[in-house]
C-alpha cells in the first residue's frame, strides 16, 4: 500500500495541472484491479472524472459489474 501511495504521490506531484486526463486514466487502471477481485468488469465500462469544485476536488468514479465473483473462504 505504501507503493500505491507514493506512486499516486509522485503522480498528483508531477502531473495534477499539466495533464489531468492522465491522472483519471491511472486512478481507473488502478481501480481495475481492485475491483476485478469482486466483480466481473469489463476496463471500458468503468468512468473516472476529476473535476475542481469550488478549492476541492471531486472525484467520480463509476463501474459496471457483469457479476459478483465467488470467494474463496477457508472452512471453520
Known sequence: MNNLNQRLS???????????KYLENVIKSDFYYLINNY???DFNDISVEIS???????IE???KGDR???????PN
Open 39 to 41: 466483480f466481473e468488469v
Open 10 to 20: 509522485n503522480i498528483i506531484q508531477k502531473n495534477k495541472e499539466t495533464n489531468p
Open 68 to 74: 459478483i465473483k465467488l470467494m474463496k473462504t477457508i
Open 52 to 58: 475542481l469544485v469550488e478549492a476541492d476536488y471531486q
Open 61 to 63: 468514479i463509476t463501474a
